[in-house]
């Protein structure tokens, strides 16, 4: 089945009138026609994008169409807002695309969903999204390289996810779920939460986790992933980046000695976690695995 999303999600997509909105819309309808139930746009509701409603509200979309999952395209000084709408109308997950979002702005949008009790989960900001393969995408991952498999993949960054994913679809590797927890510094799920769900999911069988450098939430997993029972290969990016620079990323940066690929890669050994140098790698731990 895979994790948080599945075939009996139903999107509403926030800021589905605007170019980025209304393009992934339609590809994630592409991927499964029943996922995208509706849009929001304040001023818009009425109109339609290619045959999805549009309404004004989150609420509206939830009462009329069923929908239990938010995709927000929204402006980022607009998107804490619309995480918070979201949940307060019944949604359950929020993805959160937009990156530049106010410090702040995130704190408190993540403060007002935990506030909504455990169901509500934010995945993001600033993230690719999530897709289970052969079910849903929500998100702006390109459903073409995915293939439904046992391996689930996580990772902080986007592109590094779509390398590692499509050779593992060609050495006839599938995905169960691949998830983009989003490069900011501050996220509403983590490696770790994604770890448990994993070990929960009777579809995964390994996973791949692709970190990079800044922050300790490797080293965090790591700590986890010495209690689980699944296999996990790991990978950690940005090895050469000088202390100090911002590297893509907003969290992608290194402090003093906190954050450093030396470190990460060390937690991970001592967890008995395998780390692999390259993505090539990757899948060749994998396939040994499985």
Do not use: W
Not at 11 to 20: F, H, P, S, Y
Not at 100 to 124: F, H, W, Y
């Amino acid at each position: 089945m895979g994790i948080f999303v599945d075939k009996r999600t139903r999107i509403v997509v926030q800021g589905i009138t605007g170019r980025e909105g209304r393009f992934h819309a339609l590809r994630m309808r592409d991927y499964n026609p029943d996922t995208v139930v509706a849009g929001v746009t304040p001023g818009r509701g009425g109109q339609d994008v290619e045959g999805i409603p549009v309404f004004d509200t989150v609420a509206e979309a939830v009462e009329q169409r069923g929908a239990n999952t938010s995709c927000i395209f929204v402006p980022s000084r607009a998107a804490g807002d619309a995480v918070v709408e979201s949940f307060a109308s019944g949604i359950e997950l929020a993805v959160c695309i937009t990156e530049g979002i106010p410090t702040l702005d995130v704190i408190d949008m993540l403060d007002r969903a935990k506030n909504e009790g455990s169901r509500c989960r934010v995945i993001g900001p600033n993230c690719p999204g999530i897709i289970t393969c052969g079910e849903a995408s929500c998100g702006i991952m390109p459903g073409q390289i995915f293939q439904p498999g046992p391996v689930g993949v996580i990772s902080r960054s986007g592109t590094l996810t779509y390398e590692v994913v499509g050779l593992l679809s060609s050495r006839g590797i599938g995905q169960s779920t691949c998830i983009g927890i989003g490069g900011d510094p501050i996220i509403g799920t983590t490696f770790v939460d994604c770890l448990e769900a994993f070990e929960e999911d009777d579809a995964t069988s390994a996973v791949v986790l692709i970190g990079e450098i800044g922050g300790r939430d490797e080293e965090e997993a790591a700590t986890f992933i010495r209690n689980m029972t699944k296999p996990v290969v790991a990978f950690v990016s940005g090895r050469t980046a000088p202390p100090g620079k911002r590297m893509g990323h907003a969290g992608a940066i290194v402090s003093g000695s906190m954050g450093t690929a030396e470190s990460k890669v060390k937690a991970f050994m001592e967890a008995g976690v395998p780390v692999a140098d390259t993505v090539n790698e990757v899948v060749d731990m994998i396939a040994g695995m499985l």
